[in-house]
């Protein structure tokens, strides 16, 4: 069974940066398609971010297309995703989900068997 530890978060100014990483346990990561997820106070969860078993399929939302980029390290049971450009409007928990890879790209949080326990991103104006 794999596990997920998210990590990463904190408060930035808009503008900033932040990496936030996805750290799982279990020897079959690379077998499962990675993705992140957001959830602002009073909003539902959404989809931000979403990578096959390498670099050739990937998805982003439109809000963040441009400004984030998700990556994986399969050797070291590590997804990532490099935060730019940031905005007050990214404010949120961010939350990394995977699901064992069936050929397609998902971005429907149900189809996400697996879930970190979230890390918190504040950007101020």
């Known amino acids: 069974q794999v596990q997920l530890v998210d990590s990463g978060g904190g408060a930035v100014q808009a503008g900033g940066s932040l990496r936030l990483s996805c750290t799982a346990s279990g020897r079959i990561f690379a077998n499962y398609a990675v993705g992140w997820f957001r959830q602002a106070p009073g909003k539902e969860r959404e989809f931000v971010a979403g990578?096959?078993?390498?670099?050739?399929?990937?998805s982003y939302a439109d809000f963040v297309k441009g400004r984030f980029s998700i990556s994986r390290d399969n050797r070291v049971n590590t997804a990532n995703l490099q935060m730019n450009s940031l905005k007050p409007d990214d404010t949120a928990v961010y939350y990394c989900?995977?699901?064992?890879?069936?050929?397609?790209?998902?971005?429907?949080?149900?189809?996400?068997?697996?879930w970190g326990q979230g890390t918190q991103v504040a950007v101020s104006s």
């Open positions: 989900a995977a699901y064992r890879w069936v050929g397609q790209l998902k971005r429907s949080q149900e189809e996400y068997s697996l």
């Open positions: 990578l096959g078993l390498n670099h050739s399929v990937r």
